[in-house]
């Protein structure tokens, strides 16, 4: 079955920190698609990354980077030199390869990032 | 292009009565899905629909609930009676091959 953990509820940092928010996903499919989503206090799901299953390299994107690892089923996201409008629920999510990438996702609990000033 | 929008944004509605909640999905896309945020239970699928055709409906809580895409540009999920406990953020999303794009959400209050 499928099923992805966030272990980290909350996280608080001090603005310019660097903070990484882990993920662990389970799945017995060889095909798979993770997701990092954020939801800012407005409350709408923003979609930041996706990853498939072959493509294990690490990826940047500003001051956002992801690191994939297969052999510890793990999809880690950091957020260097954190700001305030960070401050966020990060969700990470996995989907199953069915006849066409990306059907139904399933979310982790999410990690609730506070950065302050 | 324009997201995925949903309307209501936010609805109080009183215990009993019927909540429909509309969803416009992205244009191209051949996916849609119904999500449901509760503090208790995160993120759940209620419900999606391949080419407007219901595919895995098991998320839906009960015969309270139900969903219809009745073609490519519009899609509902009605609660009937509406209860408290169905109380939530409700997220429709739609998807072509691998990315999901999410609504802005409906917050739904039932008192």
């Known amino acids: 079955a499928q099923k992805v953990t966030q272990a980290q509820t909350e996280i608080s940092v001090v603005e310019k920190e660097d903070v990484t928010l882990d993920c662990v996903y389970e799945?017995?499919?060889?095909?798979?698609?993770l997701f990092w989503y954020k939801q800012p206090p407005s409350g709408e799901l923003v979609f930041l990354i996706r990853?498939?299953?072959?493509?294990?390299q690490n990826e940047i994107s500003g001051r956002y980077s992801w690191n994939f690892q297969k052999s510890t089923s793990s999809f880690n996201f950091t957020i260097t030199a954190s700001q305030v409008v960070d401050s966020a629920v990060y969700f990470c999510?996995?989907?199953?390869?069915?006849?066409?990438?990306?059907?139904?996702?399933?979310f982790g609990k999410g990690t609730t990032l506070s950065v302050s000033s | 292009d324009a997201g995925v929008i949903q309307s209501p944004r936010h609805e109080v509605t009183e215990m009993g009565q019927e909540v429909t909640l509309r969803c416009k999905p992205i244009?191209?896309?051949?996916?849609l899905f119904w999500y449901r945020q509760t503090m208790m239970r995160g993120l759940e699928l209620l419900i999606y629909f391949n080419n407007n055709v219901p595919i895995d409906d098991s998320g839906m809580p009960e015969d309270r609930f139900s969903a219809k895409m009745p073609n490519a540009s519009f899609s509902t999920l009605k609660i009937q009676p509406s209860e408290p406990r169905d109380s939530a953020v409700y997220f429709c999303a739609s998807s072509f091959w691998d990315t999901i794009y999410f609504g802005e959400g409906s917050w739904l209050t039932v008192v």
């Open positions: 999510a996995l989907s199953e390869e069915t006849d066409q990438a990306g059907t139904a996702l399933i």
């Open positions: 244009s191209g896309h051949d996916y």
């Open positions: 990853r498939n299953s072959f493509d294990e």
């Open positions: 799945t017995r499919d060889t095909t798979y698609y």
